[in-house]
């Protein structure tokens, strides 16, 4: 996706209730960005996190976390937010 600006929240939804276990904000050098996530580790549907300010550049999500059956699952995307 390319955004026009930093983004408010970083939103995930999922088909099953998941508990997400990791997720991590890098910028294109690989530094972190943090995320402020109020989940507190339980089983969810729609995730969110919010992000700091971010500048113009790309930006990869990478997330794990655990089905509720205990299947590991993880992703990544990316997305570029513009001047």
Known sequence: ???AASPET???NFDMPLRVTLIALRDD???SHALTR???MQPINDFSATPPTLAAGKYTVEWRGLAEDGHPMQGHFSCYISE
């Open 1 to 3: 996706a390319v955004l």
């Open 38 to 40: 109020t989940d507190n």
């Open 29 to 31: 050098v690989g530094a």
């Open 10 to 12: 970083i939103t995930m």
